[in-house]
Structures are given as structure tokens and as C-alpha cells.
């Protein structure tokens, strides 16, 4: 049974357009895969459905009504909610304040219903299975909890359909199986879902039906089962996805960068060298202790013991200005969170870590930076249209373009990627792979961490795995495979501590 059509949607801004004769449906009771690389148009489409955006032209009916106002309140009323990338969760509110809010019971005399509303909440997140106090301060939830909330205040309010954008980008492994437990909870209870994500293998183990847009248009629909990954790829792109190395095998210079025995807030007894050039990838299962690790060569957390040195000198950790001043840079996960200034243009951010160096010299030359901004832009392959423009105006792997140009900027040596292609479509992410690619050729030292294994088989000079914050594994290129990178991130191989020699050490 259809509960949603949207009919040749069409919609422009300043004269572009952005969505081109597109028609979508979904089924009641089903999760529905809209799929596309950034900027293929399906934020918009989903902003029109949910009231944010109106449209030009085309008609949306759901449950055989149609939405002729085009609002959020209609949208909402009519039983649609939007859960975005960007939670909408106020932290300094507990939990069943966030789910009441704006819909607060009160008595004749209006005031609050408090010990009603905690009941409530607490009844709906018993029933979603939600280990969450209705009275916890919503700050004090992790990135997990607060994802599921979000997804407590939609169906709070009673909707129907739910669409989830990207909603696994900052959850590990143990959150993503329990938001996709409780999607097809309640997607057997009728419910139905638009699931926007970039991962394939998540795609393939939740979503019934798929629909592909590219460029602004409907390319092609169907049901998950009749397709592969490599046809869903292709429909994206518009070409072949070739999954096949990018790595081109480089000489190596000297030893730059050296950790002994570092210890920290999740970690322990690390010890690797890296030489001018190399690209080591970092994994293991989320929370093993590779982004601890990356975050204390880049001072942001503490060193409890060992040693760090650059180019022969010692970094002392605990100081991002330290390590700066070492030419090490770090492009953290979570770039809403830790990179991204939202209220600043692009020639700004690219300009501001530069400037914390030079801070003595509090002089900014317009002209220069300007300059400098246009060289990166065209270097980078960065998409948007002047300098002036805000960063949050660009898609997820172009901001990642230009907070990898701030770190160039400061003329950084040693390069940490923590997770670089969050968040980001297939094809920026290959673009993110050859930048890396170019700059270990031109003689940058880079540790990349993900969790996705064909990245660093596409990259990495070797690889080292971490399990329960300790090394678990350092293999060469030749040895990284999936199956046997998870023997060791989940230890099921057991490692006697100093057995393996570091390869290419």
C-alpha cells in the first residue's frame, strides 16, 4: 500500500536548479533507501517533504491527502518527521522536556504536568527498548542516545514516516545495531522509514527498496534484492565504480616521527615510527584507542608517559599549539563538532589555524589570503562559488577539502586523518583517497583512521590494528585483508605482546 508520493518535484534557488522532474514513493511499512552522491538533490527533496522548503512546482500526497500548504506543521500533522544528521537536541534540557517540548501538558491553571510527561516518556522509550532515564540532562547522553531520542520525539509525535539522514555517521558498531534493531521494530508495527546514508553494506541489511537520484534528478528505483552494490554505485556516479586499488607504491625517506610507549586516557604502551612519506592506516573496532591515540600526538588530550618526537625533536603532549608549532595537524572526526565554523566563510576558515600560529602578528592581509584561498580551491578541487561564502554552504566532502586546506596552510608536515570520509558520497570519496595519495607523493607523513578496511587497502603503506587500546597487530600492505584485520580488532587471534617486528619499521 502507497502511503507517500511525490510527483515531479521541481525546485530552483537563484536560478539554479536543484531538483529536476523528480518523482519518489514509498510504501507504508517499509524502509526506503534514497541514495545519490552530495548534492544529487535528496536533502532538498526531503526538506519539501517535511515543510522546511517549498517547491516550484509538482504535488507530494501522503496517505492519500495532499500537502498543498508545503509547511512544517502540515508536514507534522500529517504524521512525517525528520530526523537530521545534525541532531536537534537541546542539552540543556532533560530527556522528556525535549520530547514535550512544545507540546507540554499543563492543568487548568497551566502549570506543567511534570510527573505525567516523565511517565510518558519513560512508557515510549520502555517500549522502543531505550535504556535512557526520562529525568537524564540530554547533554549527558552520548552521540548514541541522543540519535535514538530523536527518534523518541518522531514517533512521540505520532508519525508515520521517518526519515533518517545519514543517522549512523557517529555511532560504533554496538549503537548501530541497536537503532537498527528498534527501525525494524517499528517498522513492523507499520511504520515506515527513508534511510540517506552513503555506507553500502548498511543499505543492503536494512533498506526494502531503493531510489537513486544524480544530478538534480530521479535516475532509477527498485528493490534491494534485484541490485548489487556495484549497480547502485554505478546508477550513482553514472559510471562503472571501479573498486580497485588507487595505491602506487613511492620511496620512503627518513624516520620523522617516533612514539614510545605512550600511554593516555584509553590507551597504552604504544610504540611506531613513521617515515617521510608513509601512509600507515590506524583501525580496529570503534573505541580500541586509534582516535585516543591520534588526539594525543595532537596535544588535544594528555600524554600519561612515553615520548613523542617530530623531525628529532620531543613533542610534549597536552598542547594542540605545541604540536601545531611541530607542523603535526589533524582533521578530527566529527567535523560539525571539531572543525567546522559555521559562522565563518570559507576564506576564513582556511585562513584561522595560520593565524593562532602567528599570533603575535595580529595583521590579516585581505589580498593575500584571498590569494591563498584561490590556489587552495583549485589544488583541492574545492566546488563552491566565492570566498565569501559559508562554509556550511558546501557539501560534507568539500568542507572536508577545506579544513584539509587549513592544516596545509600552517605548512603541517605530519598529517592525522581521523575518519576523513564520514559522512561523504562515493565520489568525494575517492577524490579524499587521491589527495592523500598526492600528498604522501610530495612528501607528507600521514596516519589515516577508519573503520573501513578498503580504505586503507586503497591507501596505506601498512597498517597497524588496535584492540582494548593496545596494538593488537602492525601488518604490511600485502597482508591487509578484512578477514584478517578482524581477527585481530576483535581478538580472535591471540597476540603475545612484542611477538611481531614492525613491518617497514
Known amino acids: 500500500m502507497e502511503l507517500l508520493r511525490m510527483e515531479h518535484i521541481q525546485k530552483s534557488f537563484f536560478g539554479v536548479s536543484v531538483l529536476n522532474d523528480v518523482s519518489f514513493c514509498v510504501e507504508a511499512g517499509e524502509i526506503h533507501a534514497l541514495l545519490g ?48 544528521q545534525e541532531l536537534n537536541i537541546f542539552n540543556n534540557l532533560k530527556v522528556y522536556e525535549n520530547l ?84 525494524r521494530g517499528l517498522k513492523e508495527k507499520g511504520t515506515s522509514f527513508i534511510f540517506i546514508s552513503h555506507k553500502m553494506p548498511e543499505i543492503f541489511r536494512l533498506a526494502d527498496r531503493y531510489t537513486v537520484l544524480r544530478n538534480s534528478r530521479f535516475i532509477h528505483s527498485g528493490r534491494i534484492s534485484d541490485v548489487t552494490a556495484e549497480e547502485v554505485t554505478r546508477y550513482m556516479v553514472g559510471e562503472s565504480y571501479v573498486n580497485k586499488d588507487m595505491y602506487e607504491e613511492r620511496p620512503l625517506g627518513e624516520v620523522v616521527f617516533e612514539a614510545k610507549g605512550i600511554c593516555g586516557n584509553g590507551f597504552r604502551d604504544v610504540d611506531f615510527t613513521m617515515k617521510k612519506g608513509e601512509i600507515i592506516g590506524f583501525t580496529g573496532l570503534a573505541g580500541a584507542g586509534a ?49 567546522v565554523l559555521a559562522d565563518m566563510t570559507l576564506m576564513e576558515n582556511t585562513y584561522i589555524s595560520r593565524h593562532t600560529i602567528d599570533g603575535k602578528n595580529p595583521h590579516i592581509y585581505k589580498k593575500k589570503e584571498i590569494e591563498k584561498f584561490e590556489a587552495y580551491r583549485k589544488s583541492l578541487n574545492i566546488k563552491a562559488n566565492s570566498y565569501k561564502d559559508l562554509i556550511t554552504s558546501l557539501s560534507g566532502g568539500n568542507q572536508q577539502k577545506v579544513i584539509l586546506a587549513r592544516w596545509l596552510n600552517t605548512e603541517a608536515e605530519i598529517l592525522l586523518f581521523d575518519n576523513p570520509t564520514q559522512g561523504i558520497d562515493v565520489g568525494a570519496k575517492a577524490e579524499i ?70 613491518a617497514n619499521g
Open 433 to 502: 583517497y587521491r589527495l592523500i595519495l598526492k600528498l604522501a607523493q610530495a612528501g607528507k607523513t600521514i596516519i589515516v583512521n577508519t573503520l573501513e578496511i578498503p580504505e586503507i587497502q586503497k591507501i596505506a603503506d601498512r597498517c597497524i590494528v588496535f584492540y582494548h587500546g593496545e596494538i593488537a597487530a602492525r601488518l604490511s600492505r600485502t597482508e591487509i585483508t578484512e578477514e584478517k584485520v578482524m581477527l585481530y580488532a576483535t581478538n580472535a587471534v591471540y597476540q603475545k605482546e612484542g611477538k611481531m617486528e614492525e
Open 100 to 183: 514535550f517540548l512544545g507540546k507540554e501538558k499543563t492543568n487548568t491553571l497551566g502549570k506543567l504536568k511534570k510527573k505525567e510527561m516523565i511517565q510518558e516518556a519513560a512508557a515510549l522509550l520502555e517500549e522502543m527498548g531505550v535504556d535512557i532515564s526520562p529525568v537524564a540532562l540530554a547533554g549527558g547522553l552520548d552521540t548514541g542516545k541522543k540519535q535514538l531520542l530523536e527518534i523518541a520525539k518522531a514517533l512521540h509525535s505520532n508519525a508515520r514516516l521517518i526519515i533518517l539522514d545519514e543517522p549512523t555517521t557517529a555511532l560504533n558498531n554496538a549503537e548501530i545495531e541497536h537503532l537498527f534493531d528498534i527501525v
Open 291 to 339: 582516535s585516543e591515540v591520534m588526539q594525543a600526538i595532537f596535544g588535544a588530550v594528555p600524554l600519561e608517559s612515553g615520548s613523542i618526537r617530530v623531525f628529532g625533536k620531543e613533542l610534549r603532549g597536552g598542547s594542540i599549539h605545541e604540536a601545531m608549532k611541530h607542523k603535526v595537524a589533524m582533521l578530527a572526526a566529527n567535523r560539525k563538532e571539531n572543525s
Open 37 to 84: 552522491e552530495n548534492g544529487a538533490g535528496k536533502s532538498t527533496l526531503m526538506n519539501i517533504l517535511a515543510g522546511v522548503y517549498t517547491k516550484d512546482s509538482g504535488k507530494v500526497v501522503f496517505d492519500g491527502k495532499e500537502l498543498a500548504d508545503g509547511s512544517i506543521s502540515e508536514a507534522e500533522h500529517a504524521g512525517i518527521a525528520f530526523v537530521h
